[in-house]
């Protein structure tokens, strides 16, 4: 269960994004709180509060393990590189050359969510029976968010190692004889999507539900969408994408990516994650003051240990955007924002030289190790929903994805009725001031799709830049193709004019390289 303590008020529930509950018996540092630390579960599992406390506790172990899968994704792909301060153990991930003893790629942490959610399961009739206001209602919502998160936890573990050691629900310990069920990638998902369904908040009994949303913990629908994605179903990634989007009520602001984070105001979806509840769905805390210290921006500030630094391949790439108006470059979330650049040498009077940093986990000066991880946000989805709709192949869905990922539903006119409550969605690239992207009247079929989806990907390479989100594109993306060209060109192209090129790019050409040994 949780260790460290977390600024925010631990207990509340949300409905259209409004606090609609709360436990003032709960205190800030409910993540130190461990029922079995003092009492046995039969103990514990008495109230809502105790098993607010206990499904919190279950994503404890991602303040640790999360800073290590963005370091991975991002030296794994073409988003991070090296500097002349890492150690051995960057340089393999760099390199996709791991020895047994690296730390980056040990997710057992990802396991232990798993077992603390199935342990939280086990025990929340007992709540049930011991208070009345832990109704039906709330009981299957507290379900449904554990069996979601513990689903994200699979699918992150199978995403790294294409299988993953499938634990029974029942299991709430790991005995140390355990006889392992090993599954595949195709295998966990549909499993996950059998598991996740009957979660899913819907009115199909014409008695609509209120929905929740549980603080750190991902929505369902957005997950299963996800999941659905991943197994190339796009009508069915669609739908529950958009429906993960119009999550919480469908008003017209919450998860829209509208107007609230446009141009310079991009920047406070980072600084103060956890209240830009707009765009950000599941945000694991970060304040070092609480003694939660975010190590991102130690590793990767310039000016403390600076082991890492953006790939010259991701820094042109944000050089290279066409705004609106005005010099290229991409204003709002490139250099200066996501990216630091500092002048290193004088060429002559209009030549420099420049190291770049990545300041992404750096925004709040006042706490610079304070800052949140995102698991889970609006752009993430709406791209996500885009490369489905494209995938669909017809004219209409093709339009609904550059809609989404150019200028939004606000530009639209008519506007689609599917999207009658997006009227102030005004698109990815539309919120940071981006020219959209355009697909020539010539270009038709197989090809524009491949067009599109190359857009669409080339775009959450700058807007989830440094998320974690990277490698796992890469390697979706070429497995549907069946074309490992497409992941190996894009991670060594940061070799580029190095003796590392041809070594790295011909190890990415076998897809088996691709994941790590799981043994």
Not at 327 to 342: A, K
Not at 415 to 420: C, D, G, L, Q
Not at 475 to 499: C, N, Q
Request: aromatic share 10%; proline share 5%; with cysteine.
């Amino acid at each position: 269960m949780m260790k460290k303590s977390s600024p925010i008020n631990p207990y509340f529930l949300t409905i259209l994004s409004i606090l609609i509950f709360g436990l003032t018996s709960c205190s800030e540092d409910f993540f130190n709180q461990q029922a079995g630390d003092r009492i046995t579960p039969d103990q514990h599992y008495k109230t809502s509060l105790d098993a607010t406390i206990s499904a919190m506790g279950t994503v404890a172990s991602l303040q640790d393990l999360l800073p290590q899968l963005i370091m991975m994704d991002g030296l794994r792909s073409d988003q991070m590189d090296i500097t002349p301060n890492a150690g051995m153990y960057l340089r393999e991930l760099n390199t996709h050359s791991y020895t047994a003893s690296n730390p980056y790629t040990d997710a057992s942490d990802l396991y232990k969510v798993i077992v603390d959610c199935n342990e939280v399961l086990a025990n929340l009739h007992t709540v049930a029976e011991n208070d009345r206001n832990f109704d039906p209602y709330i009981e299957f919502f507290f379900k449904g968010a554990l069996i979601g998160m513990r689903s994200w936890a699979y699918l992150n573990i199978v995403r790294l190692y294409n299988e993953v050691a499938y634990i029974p629900d029942n299991l709430i310990t790991l005995p140390e004889n355990l006889e392992q069920t090993i599954m595949s990638k195709d295998e966990i998902l549909d499993t996950l999507v059998n598991q996740i369904t009957p979660y899913i908040h819907d009115d199909s009994d014409g008695n609509e539900k209120v929905e929740l949303k549980l603080p750190y913990f991902v929505n369902t629908k957005a997950l299963l969408g996800e999941i659905y994605l991943e197994k190339n179903d796009y009508a069915n990634a669609a739908t529950y994408l958009k429906l993960a989007c119009e999550s919480y009520g469908d008003q017209s602001s919450v998860l829209k990516v509208d107007k609230s984070y446009k141009d310079e105001a991009w920047t406070a979806i980072f600084q103060n994650s956890e209240s830009a509840f707009l765009e950000n769905i599941s945000v694991i805390p970060f304040n070092s003051q609480e003694d939660q210290f975010n190590p991102l921006a130690n590793w990767l500030g310039r000016d403390f240990h600076y082991l890492v630094k953006p790939s010259m391949v991701l820094v042109d790439s944000f050089k290279t955007q066409i705004p609106l108006s005005g010099d290229p470059g991409d204003l709002y979330r490139g250099i200066g924002i996501s990216i630091g650049e500092d002048t290193i040498s004088k060429v002559n009077d209009s030549t420099f030289n420049f190291d770049y940093s990545i300041t992404k986990y750096a925004m709040v000066p006042s706490d610079p190790f304070g800052t949140d991880i995102i698991l889970s946000r609006a752009a993430d989805l709406h791209l996500m929903l885009a490369e489905a709709y494209n995938r669909m192949g017809d004219d209409e869905s093709q339009g609904f994805a550059l809609m989404l990922l150019n200028a939004g539903v606000n530009k639209e006119n008519p506007k689609p009725s599917e999207f009658a409550k997006w009227r102030n969605n005004i698109g990815v690239r539309g919120r940071v001031y981006m020219a959209s992207n355009e697909i020539p009247e010539e270009i038709t079929g197989e090809a524009k799709t491949l067009m599109i989806e190359d857009l669409i990907i080339a775009e959450r390479s700058l807007e989830l830049a440094f998320e974690g989100k990277r490698f796992s594109d890469l390697v979706r993306v070429a497995e549907r193709r069946g074309d490992p060209a497409y992941l190996a060109d894009r991670v060594a192209a940061k070799f580029e004019g190095t003796p590392d090129y041809s070594t790295i790019h011909s190890k990415m050409m076998d897809p088996a390289n691709w994941y790590l040994d799981p043994r």
